[in-house]
């Protein structure tokens, strides 16, 4: 501000030297405020151009911010998907006969579990602030339970002095009740 009104005034008494050498003091002075004039209109069209391009710019780069957070969120969300299917299939034909084929199928469950868990919690944030708390207190719940069920996994797979039979009832009974609170998660409902 204090560099346009000091180049207007330059350029006021510049004008008012150059020409009042032949004309009359109100002719200079209406010389020099029209040359004025012209000098502000310029000096704020330099001005606005410059903030035009400096707001072009800025909204390419968000833009391609944007563009390009959105490509990844697309490839987290292919690369889950594609994990979830491959997960799905190998629960239908996983074996639960030995120990060691009950605890990786029980493993992959808990991944699908886990992974479905994790699109609730990337949804949550787009929830009216209503449901917020409750869905909040649902996904800490749903996190407290897989930490409660790979615990109880990596204890079956030691040598624990546990019946295999009723350690597979129990963790299939965690499993049960995690699946539970992600679908009430899910569904809204608690």
């Not at 009359?24 to 004025?36: C, I």
């Not at 490839?75 to 190998?90: G, I, P």
């Not at 449901?131 to 930490?147: E, S």
Request: neutral net charge; glycine residues 4%.
């Amino acid at each position: 501000m204090f560099y346009r009104t000091a180049t207007l005034l330059s350029a006021m008494t510049a004008a008012a030297l150059v020409v009042g050498c032949d004309r009359s003091p109100g002719e200079d002075a209406v010389q020099a405020r029209k040359e004025a004039q012209e000098e502000v209109a310029r000096i704020q069209r330099e001005a606005d151009q410059k903030i035009a391009e400096a707001k072009k710019e800025a909204d390419q780069k968000i833009a391609e911010a944007r563009k390009e957070a959105g490509e990844e969120r697309a490839d987290v969300r292919k690369d889950v998907a594609e994990e979830r299917r491959e997960l799905q299939e190998a629960l239908k034909s996983a074996r639960q006969d030995t120990k060691e084929e009950y605890i990786e199928y029980a493993r992959k469950r808990a991944r699908l579990l886990e992974l479905r868990a994790a699109e609730l919690k990337a949804q949550a944030p787009t929830m009216p602030a209503v449901d917020r708390g409750t869905v909040d207190k649902g996904l800490q719940d749903i996190d407290a339970k897989h930490r409660e069920v790979i615990k109880s996994l990596d204890e079956l797979g030691k040598d624990t002095k546990q019946p295999w039979t009723s350690a597979k009832a129990e963790i299939d009974r965690k499993l049960s009740e995690l699946e539970k609170s992600v679908d009430a998660v899910g569904t809204g409902k608690k």
